[in-house]
């Protein structure tokens, strides 16, 4: 039995909810440049979030379950990448309540967004680090 797989699949999951979420932060910064309508990039963010949670519930449920295989400090990044996105989203909403009608047009300017970028990348590279790791356990070449 392959003991990398269970978590494989939650790290694929992962990847995928964090590559959402950065095509979908993208997505929002080039809205808010030609100032359109950003709800449809907001969606997408909020898709990887939720896809992001349960990925990284299971990630760390299989772990758990593992007799093999362990968390490192790149799941500690992984983890994290989710953490700080949802600290971005509480500080961006904190700050369009304190600045109601602010100047929006480049969101790199706005606290919020650049920690919800700062997450989306720690989670990216976090789940990249942690599938080649699995990938080099899974033929002999590295422990978790």
Do not use: C, F
């Not at 953490?83 to 600045?99: E, Q």
């Amino acid at each position: 039995m392959n003991k990398t797989q269970p978590a494989g699949n939650s790290m694929l999951l992962l990847l995928a909810a964090y590559v959402l979420g950065l095509v979908g932060w993208t997505w929002d910064y080039r809205q808010h440049l030609a100032r359109h309508d950003a709800l449809p990039a907001h969606l997408l963010m909020y898709l990887g979030m939720g896809l992001a949670l349960i990925a990284v519930i299971l990630l760390l449920v299989n772990w758990a379950r593992s007799t093999g295989v362990r968390p490192t400090g790149w799941t500690a990044v992984a983890v994290a990448g989710w953490a700080v996105t949802i600290i971005g989203v509480i500080v961006d909403v904190y700050w369009h309540g304190a600045h109601p009608g602010a100047d929006e047009t480049n969101m790199l300017g706005l606290p919020g967004h650049q920690i919800q970028l700062v997450g989306w990348i720690l989670g990216v590279v976090g789940v990249g680090a942690l599938l080649l790791r699995a990938r080099a356990w899974s033929k002999g070449r590295a422990t978790m």
